[in-house]
């Protein structure tokens, strides 16, 4: 099936911990984003790759460290994990830019991330 | 930088009728409206979207309208059914070509009563 997969699905994890969500397209897009949905369903873009190269940086905690590999990837890295960092959070990827629809972002199911 | 209104936050309405979402923007310079529906469990997906050079565009039982005088849309959803229950989300960006981010609104929970 062509999609955007991310694992883990769910996530349960102490604070102080450090944990990793992989995300990888067979869409063949060229740009990749992190979002983060919070309890109150508040969609905020992290991170955006485009060709492994980093366009769109919010401001997210350095605690926070995207690393995309290659185009198809784009894994989250979170360190020293506190309470406020549980939240869904979705990779999504939209085709090369520069072309129409190019915005056009196909999400993944998400990973819940739980901060005990 | 933009910033994106959605209302009503939770919308419950009898099935077959007509659902409303409103959204203002406030970046005049913005001119690519999508609108999103997440299901529960999901990521969000696209349902419609419309540029700034048209006033309206309908696919089915979904219309987005458009007024960029005023700054701002509206997702119409005619004859609702039981699955068109989930939320949905209303964004806005400067560009369709994708070097520009997409601002999301803060989401409606539509809920259709069979």
């Known amino acids: 099936d062509t999609a955007v997969s991310q694992t883990p699905k769910y996530l349960v994890t102490q604070m102080g911990n450090d944990k990793s969500i992989k995300c990888e397209q067979n869409?063949?897009?060229?740009?990749m984003y992190w979002y983060k949905q919070d309890s109150k369903k508040f969609l905020k873009i992290m991170f955006s790759?485009?060709?492994?190269?980093?366009?769109i940086n919010e401001t997210v905690p350095n605690r926070f460290s995207p690393k995309s590999p290659d185009k198809a990837h784009l894994n989250l890295h979170i360190n020293s994990l506190e309470l406020g960092d549980s939240a869904v959070y979705f990779c999504?990827?939209?085709?090369?830019?520069?072309?129409?629809?190019?915005?056009?972002?196909?999400f993944g199911a998400g990973s819940r991330l739980t901060v005990l | 930088g933009e910033n994106v209104e959605q209302h009503p936050s939770t919308l419950s309405v009898q099935e077959g009728d007509s659902a409303v979402i409103k959204c203002t923007y406030s970046?005049?310079?913005?001119?690519?409206f999508p609108w999103y529906k997440q299901e529960l469990g999901k990521g969000p997906q696209l349902i419609i979207d419309?540029?700034?050079?048209?006033g309206e565009k309908k696919d089915q039982r979904i219309a987005v309208t458009l007024n960029k005088t005023a700054k701002h849309f509206s997702l119409h959803i005619t004859e609702t059914q039981p699955e068109d229950s989930a939320v949905y989300f209303c964004?806005?960006?400067?560009?369709?070509?994708?070097?520009?981010?997409?601002?999301f609104g803060t989401g409606t929970r539509l809920t259709i009563i069979p």
């Open positions: 869409l063949g897009h060229d740009t």
């Open positions: 999504a990827s939209s085709p090369r830019q520069g072309v129409s629809g190019a915005n056009v972002l196909t």
């Open positions: 790759y485009n060709n492994k190269e980093l366009i």
């Open positions: 964004a806005a960006s400067r560009s369709n070509f994708g070097n520009e981010k997409l601002t």
């Open positions: 970046d005049s310079a913005s001119n690519y």
């Open positions: 419309i540029r700034s050079n048209v």
